[in-house]
């Protein structure tokens, strides 16, 4: 039993390994913040600022003397937070315009293909930044602009393959047998078509943490103080000169959960093409 | 030029004007008077509808709409409510920064990617393919913002050899363009190794090497061409990421680009600049796209026979 354990682990991608270790300790991370994290992410400690690395401080303190480990290891559940929620709402969205517009086809086809190409034509981050400007700034908001922005490849993706599926036998046969559209899209088309989308998720996954990253050091995602890595380095950043810890670790933090997720993605496709 | 080309030039117009009203419909939409704010908080209310009456805000929406596509059309995008110039003046002094940023990341980019994919995929699963891969992959993780400041605190705090922000002189060049240059430097590269592994699985390439055309010749002069499309395309589409870039990077190293104004017009919650800027970005990514497009027909060899 363990024999072939072992040789099933041996044959995967090295890639899909590495990206799952780093997503398991990434979901430790937040499951067990308050367990791992030696101190409050939000205590300050006005006689403790800019410590260097100690046994009390692993990663050292910021200019409000937060310790900065316990608040990269806080930081993990907002992370993580925008990766599902972003995935979900725009994966959901997507899909189910995508597979609609290639299943009733004509104008609502042409419709929702031009609205995604309309989209597609904006630069990622412009897009949020007119939906932010629209709606204030603040985590939610900036969770939604993410997933709008996010919806084209989906919807593109969906789309290509429910028209793949659609000349598929059974399908014809089911449409033949006098199937709806919806039956056909429930039982049909949304299962095949799970693979390839799941693939995109975690393809998107890293994207969406940088974006996160990004608005929130661009002051425009969460409020101030919270321990959100991205918020954490735009802090840090006024403080480039006096001290590189409050900016350095929170951004190999970053790293290193994109670098998860693109190696996740990378493996399993490389599963899945093999 | 084939047809689906000449669809493309033809469709351009009408996507502008669907882009330009959606933004339009959103920015009047945006919470808080223009006029007001134009007019300054200590305005009594006849100065707020004087101005108000001036920038022609009474009117119908569809009305000014039409007065707006008019004005954008000539290239007059309106006033800019923080600095009290012409948005259109506005955006023609700080497009150059972002262009000349742009072109050096891209260079620099290219420089990497395209030798560094053509070898890796020359020697797959070699060690050289390995280490490029890895390197990629890392290269498309790291957050830009991050990077940049890792490289102030490198080379303008500790080492002092390069200025920390602005553009004052070429060096001030450096550190944003390779900022910038990460992501695309890891698409160019992933793309160019796959495009010429494709290429070089296919019968005619096996038929060169029978022939006894050597490596060097076979990879450049019989492979390369054809697997260059496909990197064209990449860099096309991936131009809207770049510009997302530009403004993180642009706003971390002070640069005084298109991405720059963008943050400080949302800042202040400036509409006529957001409006503008966002017009701008939306037009380039179509016109590279479409001139990527181009040049694919140009230097693709299938196409051009065909």
Redesign the interface.
Known sequence: MTGSFRTLIARLPLSLLAGVVLITFMVLGALLAPLISPADPLAQDLYATFQPMSAAHPFGTDAFGRDIFSRIVYGTRYSLAEVCICILVSCAMGTLAGMLAALVGGYVEQAVMWVVDIIFAFPGIVLALLILSLLGPGFFNMLLAISVFSIPVYVRLAHNLTQALQRAEYVEAARTLGAGTWRILYVHVMRNALGPILVQSTLTAGSVILAASSLSFLGLGVAPATPEWGAMMSDGRSYLGIDILPSLFPGLTITLAVLGFNLLGEGVRKVIDK | MNARLINRVLMLPV?MV??SF??FV?VR???GDPARMLAGTAATQDTVDAVHHSLGLDRPALRQYGTFMRGALVGDLGISIESRQPVGQEIAHHFPYTLLLGLSAYALALCFGIPGGLAAAMFEDGIWDRIFMGMT??L????????A??L??LFS?RLGLLPLMGAHSWSSLLMPSLTLALMPMALIGRMTRASMLAVLSRDYIRTARARGVGLMRLCLRHALPNALPPVVTVIGMN???V???A??TE??FGWPGLGHL??EA??W?D?PV?EG??LV??LS??LVNLVADIVISRIDPQARHS
Do not use: D, K, Q
Request: proline share 4%.
């Open positions: 996507v669907v882009v959606a933004v959103a939409h945006l919470p992959i890392v498309a993780s790291v957050p830009n913002f991050w990077f400041l890792l102030m605190e705090v131009l809207g990421s510009i997302g870039g403004v993180v706003t971390v963008m943050i949302v800042r919650r509409y957001i800027v966002t970005a939306v990514v179509i």
